[in-house]
């Protein structure tokens, strides 16, 4: 999360460094291990976004193709977008203007 938050706070931050960058790839991966498939459905789009942030672009996409809630629309809209553009990198969700998470 404190990596993320290089790349949404708007106060100037620095973005991570390279051992920073280490360490999150690896957190991630473990994180990836670690997610019950059973659970896809409740945890779907924090797999598909793990999945982006690593590069793992088809797996994501697999995911967000299946995932069908009408609430989550417009998050698996853009995260489809980052997907196709092939951007590991963290984005700010933004909806009605207003920024969440």
């Known amino acids: 999360m404190a990596y993320n938050e290089c790349?949404?706070?708007?106060?100037?931050?620095?973005?991570?460094?390279?051992?920073?960058?280490?360490?999150?790839?690896?957190?991630?991966?473990?994180?990836?291990?670690?997610?019950?498939?059973?659970?896809?459905?409740?945890?779907?789009?924090?797999?598909?976004?793990?999945?982006?942030?690593?590069g793992r672009f088809a797996e994501a996409k697999e995911i967000l193709d299946k995932h069908d809630?009408?609430?989550d629309k417009w998050i698996v809209e853009a995260m489809m977008t980052h997907i196709d553009t092939l951007d590991t990198e963290p984005f700010l969700l933004i909806k009605d203007g207003k920024r969440l998470f």
């Open 7 to 54: 790349f949404r706070s708007n106060s100037g931050s620095t973005p991570p460094n390279e051992d920073d960058k280490v360490l999150y790839a690896q957190t991630i991966e473990a994180l990836l291990d670690d997610i019950d498939q059973s659970q896809a459905p409740d945890s779907a789009l924090f797999h598909a976004e793990l999945l982006r942030e690593t």
């Open 69 to 71: 809630v009408e609430k």
